[in-house]
């Protein structure tokens, strides 16, 4: 009986866990959409209507050699703070004051599926 209870027990702790990883990746690819998409484009790729009048093209953020040697914490500085904040372009905006942490994580979650 101890057993099935374990074996019940893990696999609602598993259930959730596949349960909230999709919540969040759903949660990025709504921010993206929503705030990112316009400089970075759908992909990621710098691309965005709204990068021809930006004084620097915004990052490519799909340049997987790039990207890899950037770690989470630094890709969710970047969202949070700003480029200026990091010493990269003024034109990529501060979010601190539209997004929780949560939502920077599943923002960078969703920015590393650019390269999977």
């Not at 998409?37 to 990052?59: D, I, M, R, W, Y």
């Not at 480029?83 to 979010?95: K, T, V």
Request: hydrophobic share 40%; charged share 25%.
């Amino acid at each position: 009986m101890t057993r099935k209870i374990a074996l019940v027990a893990s696999l609602s702790v598993g259930l959730a866990l596949m349960l909230s990883t999709a919540a969040r990746a759903d949660e990025g690819e709504d921010l993206w959409l929503d705030y990112c998409v316009s400089c970075h484009g759908e992909t990621g790729q710098g691309n965005g209507p709204a990068a021809v009048s930006l004084k620097t093209k915004p990052a490519n953020l799909a340049d997987c050699e790039k990207m890899g040697k950037l770690s989470d914490e630094k890709i969710a500085n970047v969202i949070g703070e700003g480029g200026a904040a990091n010493d990269l372009s003024d034109d990529m905006a501060s979010f601190s004051d539209r997004f929780d942490s949560d939502q920077i994580d599943s923002l960078v979650e969703y920015i590393r599926g650019f390269c999977k």
